[in-house]
């Protein structure tokens, strides 16, 4: 029996697939490479299309023998989603129903969900569990949450899930072979990497007057590693019988801006120039994670910290100074 990975060829994707293939699993990726990389995939077998399409879709699950999905395939840049709304729905949220649709035709009926802590908004208090409001600022984190709800709904007809509301997720395979291409992206770990690479002349902090120990926004990073494994975790939680879940994927810890400078200045002995610049509107000031119930109910924790983080995706950056080719 085989794993369907949608969107495997991203960066949270390609990581998960890797893992699953190191475990000796069988495993497929589908992925329209719009935003994905054909090199991210390696010698996994990759069918090119959308998770829309109902021909292609079953024609794989019946093919590899499909009997779970990790469904990762989403546009995720938060400006984009804003200024393009429509398009966002169409391809994060209708896509989505299709791609169930068509799994439960077929009749696959577990899945893994990738979701976002993006759905918490700004949290009334640090660190956030399960229970906290739901306050998405974004279409994209809108799509996050109403894909979690049609998910639940779907257990009235036999669909059981596991959506994973992750923090920040940072850093790259130990191999220094599959990472996060930095030009298409303004996530901080790969931002500082690219003021290191000589991509961007310096690292803004927007603001260092937030109610923090130091002033400057707290946020929890989580391995991309430790990421993949919480969704084998899931798929092993499902295929024993588990019930339909929602729970955070983070470390439980909070990383100030200025704290992830120190530790990047500290593991790679340079120094990262940075300035403070005027906040930008909606950041909340700290955001990390409860981790309680994944640690509970999956048997999941991290165990890479972030100076793990940091020398992974300045090794992955060294080696890829041009992100993956196209």
């Not at 983070?250 to 005027?278: D, F, K, M, N, Y």
Request: hydrophobic residues 40%; aromatic residues 8%; contains cysteine.
């Amino acid at each position: 029996m085989t794993t369907l990975v949608t969107g495997g060829a991203g960066y949270i994707g390609s990581h998960t697939a890797h893992l699953l293939r190191e475990l000796g699993r069988d495993v497929v990726v589908l992925d329209t490479l719009e935003r994905g990389y054909r090199d991210a995939v390696g010698d996994i077998d990759l069918v090119v299309g959308d998770i829309a399409d109902n021909r292609l879709v079953a024609k794989t699950c019946r093919k590899y023998d499909v009997d779970s999905v990790i469904h990762f395939a989403a546009y995720k840049a938060v400006g984009e989603s804003v200024s393009e709304p429509l398009k966002y729905y169409k391809n994060n949220v209708s896509s989505s129903i299709a791609l169930v649709e068509t799994l439960m035709e077929c009749g696959v009926n577990r899945i893994v969900f990738s979701s976002s802590a993006a759905v918490y908004g700004t949290p009334d208090a640090s660190p956030v569990n399960e229970d906290a409001p739901l306050r998405p600022q974004s279409p994209y984190a809108q799509n996050k949450a109403d894909i979690e709800h049609f998910l639940r709904s779907c257990d009235a007809i036999g669909l059981r899930s596991v959506s994973l509301r992750y923090f920040n997720a940072a850093g790259a395979h130990d191999s220094g072979d599959l990472g996060e291409d930095f030009s298409l992206t303004t996530n901080l770990v790969p931002v500082v990497m690219r003021v290191l690479f000589g991509g961007q002349a310096r690292l803004e902090i927007f603001g260092d007057d937030y109610p923090t120990p130091d002033g400057t926004c707290v946020r929890d990073y989580v391995h991309v590693s430790d990421l993949a494994d919480a969704h084998i975790k899931a798929l092993d939680y499902l295929a024993t019988g588990g019930k339909s879940l929602v729970c955070n994927v983070g470390t439980g810890q909070g990383t100030s801006v200025r704290q992830l400078i120190e530790v990047t200045e500290s593991v790679t002995s340079r120094t990262l120039p940075h300035a403070v610049v005027p906040r930008r509107a909606g950041d909340p000031a700290s955001v990390y994670a409860d981790p309680t119930l994944i640690r509970a109910v999956l048997g999941w924790r991290a165990t890479r910290d972030l100076r793990e983080i940091i020398a992974s995706a300045y090794r992955w950056h060294e080696r890829h100074p041009d992100g993956y080719a196209r």
